[in-house]
């Protein structure tokens, strides 16, 4: 129930998302692009993760790093936000371990937003948070001995890219 609760709120928040975007671009309205997004949602293809209870924390973490993305997306970016954007990157990587990208990405987003100088005091708050967090993340962390070394992408890049494009197509 986990799952699809997490699932329901990303599909509500992508079409709210989308339905802005549609009406600030002017671009006439595309009915078939909710279905599209539903049938990438709530796919069968990822029916292990409807059926294993335990796979809420991939759901968890889609849900809270969209959130938190979208709050960093609106311009000028207020400090609520950015707060708030804050403590949803604190979630999206202890629900899943890629939830860690979400700090760059968000770096990403505040420099592309607002005026120069508050710009750059987000951006220094937002690092200094994301060091907090990194720190936090990996402090103490044990290799089992059976992870993979997290150099693999450079000494395999091309398999490592044809890895990713067949990770993120797989939807499709």
């Known amino acids: 129930a986990g799952s ?28 078939w692009i909710l279905p599209i997004v539903s049938l990438l949602i709530f796919s069968m ?6 059926l294993c209870g335990w796979q809420v924390q991939i759901f968890m973490n889609v849900l809270f790093t969209l959130s938190g993305l979208t709050l960093l ?34 770096l990403v987003a505040i420099l592309w937003n607002g005026g120069k100088e508050k710009r750059r005091n987000q951006a220094a708050l937002w690092t200094s948070l994301s060091a907090v967090i990194y720190a936090s993340y990996f402090y103490e ?8 070394s997290l150099l693999i992408p450079f000494h395999y890049p091309l398999t490592y ?10 939807p499709v």
């Open 4 to 31: 699809l609760v997490f699932a329901s709120g990303t599909f509500v928040l992508i079409a709210l998302q989308l339905r802005r975007s549609i009406r600030v671009c002017g671009i006439a309205g595309l009915p």
């Open 45 to 50: 293809a990822q029916g292990e993760n409807w």
């Open 73 to 106: 997306a609106d311009a000028p970016l207020a400090t609520s936000r950015l707060l708030g954007a804050s403590v949803l990157g604190v979630i999206a990587p202890y629900s899943f371990g890629t939830g860690l990208m979400y700090w760059p990405i968000g």
């Open 141 to 148: 962390l044990k290799s089992t001995g059976e992870a993979a």
């Open 161 to 170: 890219l044809t890895y990713i494009l067949k990770y993120v197509g797989a």
